[in-house]
């Protein structure tokens, strides 16, 4: 297959492209913008390939995506492209509206003009996969609130309830995207995935601003009490998951993608420092740098996906444990500092976001 991806450099978007580079014989056009965020060198790896092209354009931008679609032929759009950081939407969420519903829309609408023109068999295969977050369905039950709280789990059939400008943004993109399958026919395919961490992840998030903060001796600010539970899912699994959701998935369903991790937020940041004094040894244990902070506006309390529809229906789990997962990816940003310390330069030094009253 061609593929389109957009959002190719960000964190989920580069494990997709190494995903299909090194294990299909598909072809992937790039599409990113290049943000604070989106880096080339997440592709460094497969980045040589005669089966990989780039294209650095807004997927705000129409003529440049009717371009880019008219050239390379694509016979299926991945939607990764997307503001993606709950602090950075409070502080200004302008940006959010704006990549995030307006380049949705963008997007589909040029998709759509394209397939339209496709012949019929070419028409009939194509997909335009939007990858979107389990946040659009709020938050649940708390084992500290509901003894029975851990049978609530998000389906794929939960309400949309989002709590921050950023889930309300992914919520309106998939409600577009909905809209365009039924209204138009345009065979779309959405998942809704929990917290991916591992290799190459943009250090303003909780994993990677943990590890760093923590080599160099800075405090490890953790929000109210830290009890904050998420679903943790290793990118590569994702990468997988949407690879399968792509390929296998039926046009207009929608399928939650899980690790099976739930982890409350201090329990993550113990594993890290206990993983880290292993590996590169402090004369004061890490956890001595734990300090905790005022919580975040908004902030949910619990995320939890049941995965069983893609598991049961495209036959995927995840090949990551929590344990085996986290060990790997503080073992990359040990081996990778250079990196880390290449893409903080000039945009973000790791300072504290999303604080506005």
């Known amino acids: 297959m061609r593929l389109l991806i957009t959002g190719g450099a960000g964190f989920i978007g580069s494990a997709v492209i190494r995903h299909i580079i090194q294990n299909t014989n598909d072809i992937i056009v790039n599409v990113d913008k290049l943000t604070y965020a989106g880096n080339l060198e997440s592709l460094s790896e497969v980045s040589a390939s005669e089966r990989y092209f780039f294209e650095q354009i807004d997927v705000c931008d129409r003529s440049e995506v009717e371009r880019v679609l008219a050239h390379y032929q694509p016979d299926a759009v991945m939607h990764l492209a997307a503001e993606s950081h709950v602090d950075r939407s409070i502080d200004g969420p302008a940006d959010f509206i704006e990549t995030n519903i307006v380049g949705t829309y963008i997007l589909l609408e040029a998709t759509r003009h394209y397939w339209l023109a496709l012949e019929s068999e070419k028409k009939a295969n194509f997909r335009f996969h939007h990858i979107s977050t389990d946040e659009v369905y709020g938050d649940l039950p708390h084992p500290s609130e509901d003894p029975n709280a851990e049978a609530h789990l998000f389906t794929e059939e939960n309400a949309y309830a989002p709590s921050s400008p950023y889930s309300a943004s992914k919520a309106s993109s998939d409600h577009l995207v909905r809209a365009w399958h039924r209204t138009y026919g345009l065979p779309t395919l959405i998942t809704n995935c929990s917290n991916n961490y591992g290799p190459y992840h943009f250090p303003e998030k909780l994993i990677p601003l943990m590890i760093l903060n923590a080599l160099e001796g800075k405090q490890l600010p953790v929000y109210g009490k830290g009890d ?130």
Not at 281 to 305: C, F, N, Q, S, W
Not at 339 to 347: E, F, K, L, N, T
Request: glycine content about 6%; some cysteine; overall charge negative.
């Open 228 to 357: 904050q539970i998420r679903d943790w899912l290793y990118v590569e699994d994702h990468a997988r998951a949407l690879y399968k959701v792509l390929t296998q998935g039926q046009p207009g369903e929608t399928y939650n993608i899980g690790g099976h991790n739930e982890k409350e937020n201090i329990e993550v940041v113990h594993t890290l420092c206990d993983i880290l004094q292993e590996l590169r040894p402090a004369d004061a244990h890490y956890r001595e740098l734990i300090t905790y902070v005022k919580d975040r506006p908004g902030h949910d309390m619990r995320y939890a996906i049941d995965a069983s529809k893609i598991q049961n229906e495209l036959d995927w789990v995840p090949e990551e444990t929590f344990d085996s997962g986290i060990r790997k990816t503080v073992q990359w940003y040990l081996d990778n500092l250079d990196w880390c310390r290449r893409v903080q330069d000039g945009s973000y030094q790791r300072e504290r976001l999303g604080v506005t009253p």
